[in-house]
Structure formats: structure tokens, C-alpha cells
């Protein structure tokens, strides 16, 4: 049975080299920091499929389901939450990738993990943690490096999922709201390459890095095209806007419902990327996907009607920080974070992080309820138990 089961992988192998483009990131090329050990039982999964598998079976990615995409505290079942988010992802990356000849299981991998990182109420929950991180020595956050903080340092105790290179840098370098016509993937980083990454990333307040593969050029185009239409949709939804104040180039060119946007982004990229090189839109194509999102930042991520909660959230964020935080440097065990986070963590997280980047780390893995629920009835802002 375990030579069979080498045999259907040695098969997949080879049928990824027949059939992918000769710049698609191979199966057996993935590099993990450990090597599985020699005794190793045989399997028919490759890497990246491995990595997919890990990341969907993950505890950081089970909490997808109740955490906020642009809209917080609004009751509606309808809007988009982070779970259905990276399913759009995954499935729009998938179906470039298909054409482009490239490694679906990759694709796959760093869309499924590549918002794991984000915490409570969206991008504003975002820059909240940011300014206590950096206020408290902790320094910039961000969510794609929160996402390989829980992959690699959190999950397991502390043991981390040891995924590939591949797929840690294609999520890490997944930013979608940085707009960019042309990507073209910066090839053959190390881990060392990857480490030094990631602190960079974490001196500064806007990072916009460039993956190592074709892949996960695919993903960070992937994640505009997902969002773009579908928070226009559930803006549409809440009244925040008409279906005809979408700027008249956009609607020409692009269509004014989330599928016929999705659909003309998607063949856009498709006919003008090149197998063997980059992922690129076409210079019309880009121009009105960059008007389209300066539409939505102006009248939907900036609109006053739905930052009416941002202080009480605000209030909220620095409360647990501080709480957390005083939790740790007075040994409270009856805290949550010590049950609920701390509890057989590994010596070594404890060794390596300091007080501030511990209660990142568990205010950044909290669903929106979880967050809701660790505030005193009496200290929640009066709209929270009205929804």
C-alpha cells in the first residue's frame, strides 16, 4: 500500500510538468523550513495541497465565520463576512490560475490563509490594534503578517503548521487594496529572503510586496477583484448608494452588478496576462478598476454612516489591550488570556514575544463576538445590545 501510495504522488508530479506552465510553481519544489522526518510514512498528497488541507483545518480559520468584512455591527445576514470573502478568493484565483497553467493547490493554499490574520471589525479593527501596537513597542500591524504569525507561531501550541515558502510568501504579499495593473512575481526567495520580508514589513505603514511566484501574483489580483463589487453590492444592500451613481466609465467597462464586474476582471486578466511572465489588466481595464475603487473608498469605506460605532470600537480595543496587558504583568491566571490563549502555548512563543505582542496576537485572533462578549455589560456602547 505505501509504494502505491508513492507511486499516485510521483504520478501527480509528473503530470504537473507535463501539463503547467514552465514558470508554475511545481509541487515538488515546495521548501519547508523542517523536512518531514526520514521515516516518514508515504502519501499520495503534494505540498500545497497539504498546506490547504492545514490551513482549512485550522483553529485560526474556523473563526472566519464571524468576523466582519467592511460592515460591523449591522444586522444583516446577507453582507459579506471574511468566510465567504476568501471562498471568493480562492474561486476567482482558481480559475485564473487554471488558464494561466498554473498550481491550483498553491492558489488555493494562500487564499484560503491569506486574511487569517485579520482581526475584529474589518480593516478599522485594523489600524485600532495598529496604533496600540505601535504605542506599546509592539510596532506596525498588519493582518497578512498576523496571518503567518498565526500559521507558523500560534496554531498547535506554538508548533505552527510548517508550511511551505511558497505559500507563507504568497500570503504575506497578498494586499489587494494596493492597486497595480502589472505584477510580476520576484523568483527564487530563501527563507532568509522571507525573514527579512517580514521585518521590513513590519517597520512600515503601508507595505506592498511582490510574491515569489505566479501564483501568488494571482492571489493579490484575486483579492481586488473579489471585494471590488461585492462590497458595492452590500453597500447597494444598505442604502449607502444607488446602482446609478457608479461612475459612467466604470458601468461601460466594467458593468454595474458584482457578477458582470467579476466576470469582465477575470477575462481582462486572463487575456492579457502571460504564462510566462506576469498577471497583468489592460491599461482601460486598470484605469476603471482604479476608479471604481476610489468611488467605493469615497462614498463606502469613508462614509460617515457607517463610522458612527468607531469610537465606542475604539473604546473597546484599547480597554482589552490595556487589560490583557496588565493581566500579563500581574500573572492573573484567571484571565482569559491565560485560559483561553496562553493554556499549553509552548515556552518557546513565551520566550519570543513580549507582553504587547502576546495580547496582539489574542485581541487579533478574536471573532467580532468573542470581542463583544470580553466587555462588561456595562462598559459596551448601548448600540451593541440594540442589533
Known amino acids: 500500500m505505501s509504494e502505491k501510495l508513492g507511486e499516485m504522488k510521483n504520478f501527480l508530479n509528473l503530470r504537473e510538468k507535463e501539463f503547467f506552465s514552465p514558470i508554475a510553481a511545481l509541487s515538488a519544489n515546495a521548501v519547508r523550513r523542517s523536512s518531514p522526518p526520514s521515516q516518514s510514512k508515504p502519501t499520495y ?15 485560526a480559520y474556523s473563526r472566519y465565520i464571524d468576523k466582519t468584512q467592511v460592515f460591523s455591527l449591522i444586522n444583516n ?35 484560503l490563509g491569506h486574511d487569517i490574520g485579520h482581526p475584529p471589525f474589518g480593516h478599522d479593527g485594523e489600524k485600532l490594534l495598529s496604533a496600540l501596537t505601535q504605542e506599546y513597542n509592539a510596532g506596525f500591524f498588519h493582518h497578512n503578517l498576523q496571518s ?12 505552527g503548521w510548517n508550511l511551505s515558502l511558497q505559500t507563507l510568501d504568497a500570503i504575506v504579499c497578498h494586499n489587494g487594496e494596493i492597486h497595480a495593473k502589472t ?32 501564483e501568488g501574483c494571482v492571489v493579490k489580483i484575486a483579492d481586488t477583484i473579489s471585494y471590488i463589487g461585492r462590497d458595492m453590492e452590500d453597500a447597494i444592500r444598505l442604502n449607502l448608494i444607488e446602482r446609478g451613481d457608479i461612475p459612467k466609465k466604470c458601468l461601460n467597462i466594467l458593468g454595474n452588478t458584482n457578477g458582470t464586474i467579476v466576470y469582465n476582471l477575470v477575462t481582462d486578466v486572463i487575456a492579457n496576462s502571460s504564462k510566462n511572465s506576469y498577471v497583468c489588466f489592460s491599461n482601460k481595464v486598470s484605469e ?3 476608479d471604481l475603487k476610489r468611488f467605493n473608498y469615497e462614498k463606502i469605506y469613508l462614509n460617515p454612516k457607517i463610522k458612527e460605532h468607531l469610537q465606542g470600537i475604539k473604546g473597546m480595543f484599547r480597554f482589552l489591550f490595556e487589560k490583557y496587558l496588565e493581566d500579563l504583568e500581574k500573572q492573573n491566571k484567571e484571565s482569559v488570556i491565560f485560559k483561553d490563549f496562553l493554556k499549553g502555548i509552548s515556552v518557546e512563543y513565551h520566550e519570543n514575544h513580549s507582553n504587547a505582542q502576546i495580547v496582539r496576537d489574542f485581541i487579533a485572533g478574536m471573532t467580532d463576538s468573542y470581542f463583544i462578549n470580553k466587555i462588561p455589560k456595562k462598559m459596551r456602547p448601548q448600540y451593541i445590545d440594540n442589533i
Open 77 to 111: 445576514d446577507h453582507l459579506t463576512h471574511r468566510m465567504i470573502h476568501v471562498q471568493l478568493v480562492s474561486r476567482i484565483a482558481r480559475t485564473i490560475g487554471r488558464y494561466l497553467g498554473l498550481n491550483e493547490d498553491l492558489i488555493e493554499a494562500a487564499s
Open 288 to 290: 476603471a478598476l482604479l
Open 183 to 214: 505584477i510580476k512575481p520576484q523568483w527564487d526567495k530563501t527563507f532568509e529572503d522571507f525573514d527579512k520580508m517580514v521585518k521590513e514589513i513590519q517597520s512600515q505603514q503601508k507595505p506592498n510586496m511582490i510574491p515569489m511566484t505566479m
Open 45 to 59: 498528497r503534494q505540498a500545497f495541497s497539504l498546506d490547504a488541507d492545514r490551513i482549512l483545518n485550522s483553529m
Open 148 to 159: 503567518i504569525q498565526f500559521l507558523e507561531h500560534i496554531e498547535r501550541n506554538g508548533k
